[in-house]
């Protein structure tokens, strides 16, 4: 896979580049401010960019403004956001555009999953951090469209939400892909989502799980 990381920190940075070659990955190169970011993947067109939240030059949340441009000027853009902390303001809008990632930095340590995480992204699929996902269900509107579901659904609907395929979530929840697939089809009509042919359902569900 051909990347671009754009992280202000050397020493993340290169140990990252590092643990990418090590595991057959091409970097393509880097960038260590947001602006230098953009130019950096306009120019290389990488396979998937890797962006540190917080980034020059205010050290908010310029890495997430870098990607919402990325992501404009190319829709289908594969994106993986990085933070040492949760910064949910800009992340609803990605998610619900797929090829989308967004994990804590402490799972880059944890090798298997955060190259598992990858290759969702890259593929068009979604990686979310379990603690960014709890971040974003705190209701936010008086009426709570998943107040229908059972908690089990709402089990499962976090668990796509996390970029989880239907066999995934049964071996991780240790029940039968087809009871999966009853699952989602009983909350998709509980958020009454159409099955149409520009319908996305699992994409929508996804950002009804996250905005409600």
Do not use: C, W
């Not at 401010?33 to 540190?52: Q, Y």
């Not at 990605?94 to 990632?101: D, E, K, P, Y």
């Not at 668990?159 to 009871?179: D, F, H, M, P, W």
């Amino acid at each position: 896979m051909r990347i671009v990381i754009g992280e202000d920190s050397a020493l993340f940075r290169e140990g990252l580049s590092r643990l990418l070659t090590e595991n057959g990955h091409e970097i393509l190169g880097t960038a260590e401010s947001a602006d230098e970011l953009v130019t950096v993947v306009r120019a290389l067109d990488p396979d998937l960019t890797i962006i540190d939240v917080r980034m020059p030059p205010t050290m908010t949340d310029d890495g997430a403004r870098a990607a919402a441009v990325l992501r404009s000027e190319s829709p289908g853009r594969p994106i993986l956001m990085l933070s040492q902390h949760i910064e949910t303001r800009h992340v609803v809008p990605l998610v619900g555009t797929g090829a989308f990632g967004y994990l804590l930095k402490d799972r880059v340590l944890r090798v298997a999953d955060f190259l598992d995480a990858m290759q969702r992204v890259a593929g068009g699929g979604s990686a979310l951090d379990p603690a960014i996902v709890a971040a974003l269900i705190t209701p936010t509107r008086a009426s709570d469209p998943l107040a229908a579901l059972s908690t089990r659904e709402r089990e499962v609907l976090a668990l796509v939400a996390e970029g989880r395929s239907n066999s995934a979530i049964a071996s991780q929840l240790v029940v039968a892909e087809r009871t999966v697939e009853t699952h989602m089809r009983s909350i998709f009509q509980k958020l009454q989502i159409a099955d149409t042919p520009t319908t996305h359902r699992r994409v929508l569900a996804v950002i009804t799980h996250l905005t409600s």
